[in-house]
């Protein structure tokens, strides 16, 4: 069966969630892909806290509302901008309701395939049907952007595991377990791990874990105000105001990120929000994790059913086996990774190392193709690694689509007999203009 909409939203985590809510206030027709907060239920430990501070960890609707603090108040829970620690279920719970109270034409399907024909794409779902739309916003998260150190890269699963390969942690239980790498994610990783009965080796690269403070009310005035504002929190371990003002830049207004150089732009990006374990961590790594610095894994192997890792530090060379290794490297995007996109149009892409190069409005070089959260942060910054940044990029994208919908509408206006399923449901709002897509579609498809 094919159907049809203006715009479609693939993946339903706070990025697609929130635009979702702002194209309905619009009145763009559209249909949202993906399980609500799927990512979050299934691929992040459950114990795990946020890094982000419950201000910074909203959802956005239009005219506000449906926070945090909101959900806080819905299931009569005491509410602190900072120092709330919000466990990752609760966290999937906020997202879900959320979507219950916002967000009523999503479809729980994966996207197989999506390509491009006479201006209109084609997306094959895993339920058999397929869609067809006028625009498509990528709201993809980090998941299919795993990074692994070269040496790691030929040990076949579950021996070798990324970080966002597995939810609950309960597995590792009575295992020996190498966890590779010095971010929140690896040291948050190793607590849960340990606390479930692993034992727990972390192997860092840098001279040491890398702390981030706690924030304190102490020094000057700027420096005050400029941390009590900062949705993402410092970005260089540093008091210098310049800096500080430039946290505040990039997590406050990403759109200035935009504008500047791609030289800058890149630099930014490598040295700031660094990998770092949250302070509050501390206690319950230090002294109960066995924590390897100034490490590099230059060779790793299955051998009689466990990995063996050679590891190189500052003592010179050692071997370190495992039930199994847990990276937690990092990502790196890489539009090329997300296999559902077509040839032509990933041929089409301008991209920049891997990201795509996106307007001012989150579009990409191919017409009403839009790209946000993580995927976004080469031409937004750090900001859209983060919930966060929804903030700025949600209203700007919805903005945008609405004004070409609005724009474009009376061109394709199609008669009442072209009304699709969801249409007659009332899912995919006027639906007028989505009529007029399946219209021409069938057309060129004769
Ligand atoms: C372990 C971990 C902890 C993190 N903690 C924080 C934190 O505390 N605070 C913070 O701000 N950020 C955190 N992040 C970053 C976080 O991932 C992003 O901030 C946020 O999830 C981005 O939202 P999103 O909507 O872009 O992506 P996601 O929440 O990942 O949602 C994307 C969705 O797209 C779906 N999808 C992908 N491909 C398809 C397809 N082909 N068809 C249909 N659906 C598809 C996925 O299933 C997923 O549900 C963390 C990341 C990780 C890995």
Redesign the pocket.
């Given at each position: 069966m094919i159907s049809s909409t203006d715009t479609v939203i693939?993946?339903?985590?706070?990025?697609?969630?929130s635009t979702s809510a702002y194209l309905t206030e619009a009145g763009v027709p559209h249909q949202v892909?993906?399980?609500?907060?799927?990512?979050?239920k299934n691929?992040?430990p459950p114990g795990?806290l946020?890094?982000?501070e419950a201000f910074?960890?909203n959802l956005y609707a239009p005219g506000g509302g449906y926070t945090v603090e909101d959900y806080c108040r819905h299931i009569h829970m005491e509410y602190k901008p900072v120092g709330l620690h919000l466990p990752v279920e609760m966290f999937v719970d906020y997202g879900q309701w959320f979507q219950s109270e916002l967000v009523a034409h999503i479809r729980p399907?994966?996207?197989?395939d999506m390509c491009r024909k006479d201006g209109y794409f084609r997306l094959g779902l895993?339920d058999g049907s397929s869609l067809v739309a006028r625009r498509v916003v990528l709201?993809?998260?980090?998941?299919?952007f795993g990074q692994a150190p070269s040496a790691l890269r030929g040990v076949p699963k579950p021996y070798v595991l990324h970080?966002?390969d597995f939810g609950d942690a309960m597995w590792a239980r009575g295992k020996e377990i190498v966890i590779v790498g010095g971010g929140?994610?690896a040291i948050?990783l190793a607590a849960l791990m340990g606390q479930v009965g692993a034992r727990v080796r972390l192997l860092v690269r840098g001279e040491a874990v890398n702390w981030s403070k706690e924030p304190r009310t102490s020094s000057g005035i700027m420096s005050r105000l400029l941390r009590a504002r900062v949705g993402l929190g410092r970005g260089w371990d540093s008091n210098k105001p310049w800096l500080l003002a430039m946290s505040y830049m990039l997590s406050e207004y990403p759109a200035s990120f935009h504008k500047l150089s791609l030289q800058h732009r890149q630099r930014i990006l490598e040295t700031s929000w660094g990998p770092s374990g949250a302070w509050w961590l501390r206690d319950r790594v230090e002294g109960k994790i066995e924590i390897s610095t100034r490490t590099e894994v230059s060779h790793a192997e299955v051998r009689s059913g466990r990995v063996v890792l050679e590891v190189d530090s500052g003592n010179g060379t050692s071997a370190i086996s495992a039930d199994h290794v847990v990276l937690a490297t990092g990502?790196k995007v890489d539009m090329a990774r997300?296999a559902?996109i077509s040839s032509e149009i990933l041929s089409s892409l301008s991209l920049i190392d891997g990201s795509p190069d996106l307007t001012s409005n989150f579009e990409t070089s191919v017409r009403d193709l839009y790209v946000?959260?993580?995927a976004a942060a080469m031409s937004f910054g750090p900001a859209l690694?983060?919930?966060?940044?929804?903030r700025c990029a949600v209203p700007r994208v919805a903005r945008h689509i609405g004004g070409r919908f609005k724009r474009e509408a009376g061109r394709f206006a199609a008669p009442p007999h072209a009304a699709t399923p969801e249409l007659a449901n009332g899912h995919a709002g006027s639906g007028v203009h989505a009529g007029g897509v399946l219209q021409a579609v069938e057309r060129n498809a004769e």
């Open positions: 693939v993946g339903a985590g706070p990025y697609g969630l892909l993906g399980l609500p907060m799927h990512a979050w691929f992040t795990m946020l890094r982000s910074a960890s399907v994966e996207v197989q895993s709201s993809l998260g980090l998941k299919a970080s966002g929140q994610s948050g990502f997300h559902f946000l959260g993580p690694r983060f919930i966060y940044g929804a």
